[in-house]
C-alpha cells in the first residue's frame, strides 16, 4: 500500500492525501518520496489538472518528520562511498521538492507550470514543514493545538531536505535564526505572525480554501526564482547582513562551545547559500548535512535522544503484567520535591493527596501549584479554568487517613532512614494492600528502606531530579525483592506525568548520582590541585556539559556534598575513598558558602544572586600552578570520571539496559548530549581508545581510572557497547 494517494475533482484540482499506513501521524521514507514525486508528475502532466493540493489524512495532524529510524542508519547503508551515497539520496529528495516548486514552469521565462498549495490539518514538523516550503503558498488549520516548526537541530541535525535554505530566503536569517537553531515550534497563528505559513482558516475550510487559491489563477514563482531577489535583512555582504552574520557566529558559539556539529553545520550551510543562487544554496545545504550525517554524532544523538528514548517512554522494559495507570496518588512531604511531585501528577489529571507534619506547610506545597499555574496564565500557557481544575485535584492535609484509596504512595520526607521508616510503617497501616509503596531518595538503598515494609514486593524507588517539573527524566529503582507489578505502577505513572522512566538495581547512589557525584569531586579534586578553576569550567562546557563541575556544585549545593560525604564515610568505613575534594568542600562549608542558595560558593554573586564570576578567593586557599594541564587532559578526567562509573554499574547489573544508560545521562545530568550518552561516546571514539585514555589517567592520576574489565574485554574482541548489549544484539541472540 502506498501512503500518498491523489484525486481529481471536477474543477481540475488534484488532492495529494498523504496517509502513512499503520501510524497514527504521517511520517516519510524512501518510498514515500518517490510516490509523491511520482503523482506530482502526473498530476504536472495532465492537462486537466490546473492546480494542485498537498494535505493529509491524518486528523489534526500534517506530518511529524522524517522517520528518524532511516536518518540513523543511512550512513550505514550508503554503500561503499557512504558520503556520495548519502549526498546523492539528499539530492534526489531535493529533486522532488525542487519539481513541486518549479511545478512545470518555463526555466527561462517562468511561465506556464501550475499552482500548489499545501493545506495543513495541524501538527506540521521536520519534512512535514520542509515539503510545504516548497509549495507556492501554505494553509494552515486553525487548530491551537498544532505545531510548527522545524526541530531537527534537538536530534543532532539540521533540515537537510531544504527547509534551511528555503526559510532563511523566505525569513531572512535573522527571522530564520530561532525556528532552525532553537528548533523553535509555534501555533498556526504564530507561524503565520512570523512569516511562516501564508494563511490560517478554520478547520473546517481548509481544503475548500487552498483549492479556491489554486482556482484563482494566482502569481506563484517563489521570490528567489524571480530577476532582482534579493534576502530579506540582506546578505552576507550587505551592511544589515554583515552584522546578522557576525552575531549568529557569535551566539552559535556561546550556546554550543563548539561541542555540536550540526549547529556549525547549519550557519555555514545558510552563510555559503546566501552567496549564491537557489540551485546552488541547495546543492551546499545537501554537502553540509551530508558532512554532519557522516560525523558519529548526528546518528548517535538520534538514537539516544529519538529511538531510545522513545522505546523507553514506550514500555520497552516494562513487566508483561496488566495496565497499572494511577487514579490516587499519596505524597509524603510537602517541600520542594514533594510539591514538584504534587504539581505534575495533578497535571496528569491524578488525583493528589499532599501530606506534611503542619497544615501550613502542606499548603505551602499546595501554593507551588497555584504559583506555577498563575506564571502559566501571564504566557497565556493556561487558563484560570485549569487552575482551578488543578488544584481541585490536590487535597493538602495532615490526616493520613486521607491516604485511604489511594493505590501509589510517593514518599518524599527527609533523607533519614529512621524517619522514612516510621512513614512506610504509619501509611501501610493505612492504605490496601495493593497499593505500591514507592520512596524518592536519592542516595538511600532501596533495599534497606524496604526492611521497614511489611510488603517488600510492593516497596520501589523512584528518583526525581530536581526542579520536578522541569527535569524530563526519573530514576525507578528495584529493591532486593522489589516485585514486577510495583516496577510496572511505576512505570505507568512516569508515563502518565510524562517524563521518560529508566529502570536499575539497587546500589550505592543508584546509576544517575553514581556517575555524576564523581564528574563533581574530580573538578573539585583539580581546584585543590592547582588547576586553574576557569579551565576546568570551560573544559567542561567545551565537552558539551551544561554546567562545569563548580556551578553544579552551587547549584545543588555545597553543604549537600559534605552531608553525602559524610554519610558515605559512615557507610563505607575504611574502606572510603579519601579525596582532596573533600577538603575544599569541607573548607567552603565551614566558611558559610554554601553555593547559589547563601550566594556565595566556588562563584561569586551579587545581591540579587546572579553570578558575577569565580569566586577569588579560590586562589587565595587553594594557589593556581603555574604549570597547568593542556585542555584535553582534563576533559578526559571530566569524562572518564562520569564514563567508567556507567560502565561499572553496567558490569555490576546495577544497569540491565545500555539504552537506559545512556538516555538516563542526557536528561538526568546533561551528559555531553552531542554524543549519545557514555556508551554512545564510548562507541564513537572505540573501546581501545578508551582503554589507551584510562591507562594514561592512571598512571598520571590514580587507580580511580582503572580500565574496567568489561571495556578491556571489548577493546580486545573489536566490539562496541551498541553492537553486543544494544537491542538489536539482544534480539539475534
Known sequence: MTDFTMAVD???????????????????????????????????????????????????????????????????????????????????????????ERAGMDPKTNKGGKPIAAALPGTALG???????????????????????????????????????????????????PLLLQGKLNDPKKAKSAGVVDEVVPADELLAKAREWVLSEPKFVKPWDEKGYKMPGGAPYHPAGFMTFVGANAMVQKETQGAFPAAKALLSAVYEGA???????????????????????SSAMIRSLFINKEALEKGANRPAVDDQKVTKVGVLGAGMMGAGIALVSAQAGIEVVLIDQSQEAADKGKAYAETYMDKGIKRGKATAEKKEALLNRITATTDLEALKGADLIVEAVFEDVGVKAEMTKKVEAIVGPDCIFATNTST????????????????????FFSPVEKMLLVEIIKGAETGDVAVAKALDYVRQIRKTPIVVNDARFFYANR????????????????????????????????????????????????KIAKATKAAMGEDYPESPADDVLFK????????????????????????????????????????????????????????????????EGVLEDIREGDVGAILGWGFAPWSGGPFGWLDIIG???????????????????????????????????????????????
Open 515 to 562: 556517575c555524576i557525584i564523581p564528574y563533581i569531586n574530580e573538578g573539585v579534586r583539580m581546584v585543590a590541585e592547582g588547576v586553574a578553576p576557569a579551565l576546568i569550567e570551560n573544559a567542561a562546557k567545551q565537552l558539551g556539559m551544561p554546567l562545569g563541575p563548580l556551578q553544579l556544585t552551587d547549584e545543588t549545593s555545597i553543604d549537600l556534598g559534605v
Open 444 to 463: 538511600l538503598p532501596i533495599t534497606e528502606l524496604a526492611k521497614a515494609s511489611v510488603r517488600p514486593d510492593r516497596f520501589i524507588g523512584i528518583h
Open 687 to 733: 573501546a581501545a581508545k578508551a582503554v589507551e585514555i584510562c591507562e594514561t589517567l592512571t598512571t598520571a592520576e590514580g587507580d580511580r581510572f582503572t580500565t574496567p574489565a568489561l571495556l578491556r574485554e571489548l577493546a580486545e574482541e573489536g566490539e562496541s557497547f551498541y553492537g553486543r548489549f544494544g537491542p538489536e544484539a539482544k534480539a539475534a541472540a
Open 275 to 297: 552567496l549564491v543562487p537557489f540551485d546552488t544554496a541547495i546543492k551546499i545545504e545537501a554537502r553540509w548535512f551530508t558532512n554532519v550525517l557522516m560525523n558519529p554524532s
Open 588 to 651: 567552603l562549608f565551614d566558611e558559610g558558602r554554601l553555593g547559589r542558595k547563601s550566594a556565595a560558593g566556588f562563584y561569586a554573586y551579587d545581591d540579587k544572586g546572579k553570578r558575577t564570576g569565580l569566586w577569588n578567593g579560590l586562589a587565595e586557599n587553594w594557589a593556581v600552578s603555574d604549570h597547568q594541564p593542556d585542555l584535553t587532559h582534563v576533559q578526559h578526567r571530566l569524562l572518564m570520571a562520569q564514563v567508567l562509573e556507567a560502565v561499572r554499574a553496567l558490569e
Open 10 to 100: 471536477a474543477d481540475g484540482v488534484a488532492v495529494i492525501t498523504w496517509d502513512t499506513v499503520g501510524k497514527s501521524m504521517n511520517v516519510m521514507n524512501e518510498q514515500g518520496f518517490v510516490d509523491l514525486g511520482a503523482l506530482v508528475d502526473q498530476a504536472l502532466a495532465d492537462d486537466a489538472v490546473k492546480g494542485i493540493v498537498i494535505t493529509s489524512g491524518k486528523e489534526g495532524s500534517f506530518a511529524g518528520g522524517m522517520d528518524l529510524n532511516i536518518i540513523a542508519k543511512m550512513r550505514d547503508s550508503a554503500g561503499d562511498n557512504p558520503a556520495k551515497g548519502l549526498f546523492d539520496g539528499v539530492m534526489g529528495m531535493h529533486a522532488i521538492l525542487r519539481k513541486i
Open 127 to 177: 519534512i512535514g514543514l520542509e515539503i510545504p516550503l516548497a509549495c507556492h503558498r501554505i494553509f494552515a488549520a486553525d487548530n491551537p493545538k498544532a505545531k510548527i516548526g522545524l526541530p531537527e537541530i534537538m536530534v543532532g541535525i539540521f533540515p537537510g531536505a531544504g527547509g534551511t535554505t528555503r526559510l532563511v530566503r523566505k525569513l531572512g536569517a535573522m527571522g530564520a535564526a
